[in-house]
């Protein structure tokens, strides 16, 4: 892709103007995130004429490989001189050309001839002209004798347009073949940019919306994003250049590299990248984790095969491979049907990595003092299958993104983890109740079921694709005592304080995101239990929606709460058999006789699971509301807008909240994708009813460095699983204390 713009700011400084992305299709239609560049403002920028000084970051980079010792600068001189010859000969040509321009007028009967080599001729002098502008400091052998060799060439077939563009992107790529050729021009596009707009021009911020349904991957701003060592001679890549992960262009060519590390994966931000004119015989795999690419030239290098990871890189525009050796089905594919086929049939016909390792399971506490009874919680945002499109997750073979694949997959490993409670996001109505609710029926699981509130005014056709949240109990050891919905957007509008709000219209009525509760009660033990499972608004740019949505959560489950430690004990547990879900054959076990419903003294003391989709990060309004206990109407998420009286008083709740996976610190991500990878997922519980005894450890690393993002062959959804176990706690029973009156005062009551 051609650069555009460069913003020139001192003699030998410059920097990459940011390249025009294409939109892609996404979940909710969110527009790309594009991100201001930021000019050079140091004396230790690495430029074309002047190497970076001993205080720059890049000093070591670049005298390790010979870039200060001169020789750069006596190529240039070298190119000057080079320059005067083919400025002559393209003199020349221009008279020739001349010439036959006037013969084509007195000669009219031989028009046809003298065109044809008019058209020869102007070919040739461009070719020079270029030439002229960029004279090789070296030439590669197979250009010494003056024919280009093309892997294509001896091929019977006609010559495609595909092809066609190979060899025009490969003379393009033998034409830059002078040292920082690409900063070179980006030097003369700076000058000409700022003498297109004139004095008084004004730098203008570029559109920040986010792109796709997450934050960025990285949202820092850099001086620069690009790096040019075209034409130095280097035989390796020095392990400081992969800590640039923010750069965007990378142009190696020209040079003598052999092999190329693995670590080349870690700069996921590059869209071009220039391997040609070297002498690579391989490319690692992990190519597969550029995912942001549009260009990659490999040409003039010794390639047989490709990876079969290229096949992630679905973005890719441009692939150029001429001047390899490469094996005929790969060279007939890129000639025949170009680079989008290519690409397709890579990734379609990739093995994939090795399966990853086990996740650990972590012991946080083997014997808790006073426990009454334990319980493990499974939570997971499955990803609805309408969500899934090539366009979102296009480095995914398509067999993976498939839900008749997926749904396997993922009903395997929740019956792998044998979880008490099960709560799943993103699930539709027809998965629900025409395949997970009648396989896990099978293991003895009920379920309960709300969709988002949108389901309520489609047709019943369209509304069982519609998504919402579903909670599963194993029906052995629970009675499901009250089940409610809690719908953010409609509770917003019908509180009395919020009524002409505009911003309660505006942003959170629209939204119509969702939180169930489950009113549960141990058939063994009486102990009673609330179990919510929620997902909150996914867009990053409404941070304030989501701590409304959390605040009206919790004020709802304060009233229910109170109501739920009034609830009267059941008195046969037994009719509650099956009393949510169809009766399922199996053979009767003898299990202990049921103990007595419990009582709680304060809604505070039953114990509350919150688990679910949260979409904020642990520095978010969100988290702080959750484990602080209150929220000021001053917070940064909120960003001075209006919701009643949340923003007048600020936000409250009464329950001791911790997040399970705070006792390790949080996971590295529970989202994971080529644009995003954070944690946003989490299992919250009441600190004083319960305690977490074990969890669910992190994603193989090693598998990670070969996977660019989920879902994929192995991992069925973007998000990945949460298991915690919890023990309840031994409550205390409060003893009434009689008052002391002293001596005698028994006798003194009873006068």
Not at 328 to 356: F, V
Not at 390 to 396: D, L, P, R, S
Not at 429 to 458: C, I, V
Not at 521 to 532: C, L, Y
Request: aromatic share 10%.
């Amino acid at each position: 892709m051609a650069d555009g713009a460069f913003r020139f700011q001192g003699a030998g400084q410059y920097f990459y103007q940011p390249q025009s992305q294409r939109q892609l299709q996404t979940r909710h239609g969110s527009p790309i995130t594009t991100s201001q560049r930021i000019p050079f403002h140091t004396q230790d920028t690495p430029s074309p004429n002047r190497s970076p000084g001993a205080n720059s970051p890049a000093f070591n980079m670049f005298n390790q490989h010979g870039i200060l010792n001169g020789q750069s600068h006596q190529r240039f001189q070298m190119h000057m001189n080079m320059t005067k010859q083919f400025g002559q000969q393209q003199q020349s040509q221009q008279n020739l050309q001349t010439h036959h321009q006037n013969q084509a007028h007195s000669h009219q009967q031989q028009q046809p001839h003298h065109t044809q080599h008019q058209q020869h001729h102007d070919a040739f002098a461009s070719h020079s002209h270029n030439l002229s502008s960029s004279t090789p400091h070296f030439t590669p052998s197979h250009m010494q004798s003056q024919t280009p060799l093309s892997t294509h060439s001896q091929l019977s077939k006609p010559t495609s347009e595909h092809w066609q563009e190979q060899l025009r992107l490969a003379q393009a790529s033998r034409d830059a073949a002078q040292p920082h050729h690409y900063a070179r021009n980006a030097h003369v596009a700076s000058r000409q940019a700022i003498a297109q707009l004139g004095p008084g021009a004004r730098k203008t911020e570029e559109n920040k919306e986010e792109r796709g349904r997450r934050m960025p991957y990285h949202d820092e701003k850099h001086p620069f994003t690009a790096l040019d060592f075209g034409g130095q001679g280097l035989r390796a890549l020095a392990n400081g250049l992969f800590k640039y992960y923010f750069l965007e262009k990378l142009y190696v060519n020209q040079n003598k590299l052999n092999w190329l590390v693995p670590d080349i994966g870690l700069l996921r931000r590059l869209t071009f990248l220039d391997l040609s004119q070297n002498a690579l015989e391989v490319i690692p795999p992990e190519i597969g984790m550029l995912t942001n690419l549009r260009t990659l030239l490999l040409i003039d290098n010794k390639l047989v095969d490709l990876p079969s990871e290229l096949g992630y890189l679905y973005q890719l525009e441009v692939l150029g491979l001429e001047g390899n050796p490469l094996n005929e089905n790969i060279m007939d594919i890129i000639a025949e049907s170009g680079t989008g086929e290519l690409i397709r049939t890579l990734r379609e016909h990739a093995q994939g990595p090795e399966p990853p390792n086990e996740r650990d399971w972590i012991v946080l506490d083997e014997a808790p003092a006073g426990e009454q009874e334990r319980f493990m919680v499974y939570s997971h945002n499955i990803l609805c299958d309408k969500y899934t499109t090539e366009a979102q997750y296009g480095y995914a073979p398509s067999h993976a993104l498939l839900w008749e694949n997926r749904r396997e997959v993922l009903l395997g490993e929740i019956r792998q983890r044998r979880a008490d409670i099960i709560c799943l996001q993103e699930i539709d109505a027809e998965s629900f109740n025409e395949y997970f609710r009648p396989e896990l029926a099978r293991d003895d699981y009920r379920g309960m079921f709300w969709q988002k509130s949108r389901a309520h005014t489609m047709s019943e056709k369209n509304a069982k694709l519609v998504d919402g949240c579903a909670t599963f109990y194993n029906n052995t050891k629970y009675i499901l005592l009250d089940k409610q919905v809690v719908e953010f957007g409609r509770t917003a509008i019908n509180r009395p304080d919020m009524k002409g709000e505009h911003d309660i219209f505006n942003r959170v009525m629209t939204r119509d995101d969702i939180a169930t509760v489950a009113f549960l009660e141990s058939r063994q033990t009486g102990a009673r239990q609330m179990v919510v499972n929620l997902h909150l608004f996914w867009d990053p740019q409404f941070k304030d929606v989501k701590v409304v949505q959390v605040a009206i959560l919790l004020e709802q489950l304060n009233r229910l709460s109170r109501d739920y430690a009034k609830w009267p004990a059941l008195k046969d547990k037994e009719l509650f058999r099956y009393a949510n879900g169809d009766e399922v054959d199996e053979e009767p076990v003898e299990k202990a006789p049921p103990a007595p419903s419990q009582e709680y003294a304060s809604n505070t003391d039953i114990p509350l699971i919150i688990c679910g989709d949260f979409n904020s990060t642990s520095e978010s309004g969100v988290y702080d509301l959750l484990a602080h206990g209150s929220l000021s109407s001053s917070h940064d998420d909120l960003a001075g807008r209006k919701y009643g009286n949340f923003t007048k008083e600020g936000m409250t709740h009464p329950f001791s909240l911790k997040s399970s996976y705070s006792h390790i610190g949080e996971l590295e991500f529970t989202n994971y994708t080529p644009t995003f990878v954070g944690c946003i997922d989490y299992i919250w519980y009441s600190t004083n009813a319960l305690n977490v005894t074990g969890l669910l450890g992190e994603i193989d690393k090693q598998y990670l460095s070969r996977v660019p993002g989920f879902p994929h062959i192995y991992h069925p959804s973007d998000h990945i699983s949460l298991v915690a176990e919890f023990a309840v706690k031994v409550r205390k029973e409060s003893k009434r204390a009689e008052a002391d009156f002293g001596h005698g005062s028994h006798d003194h009551r009873h006068r």
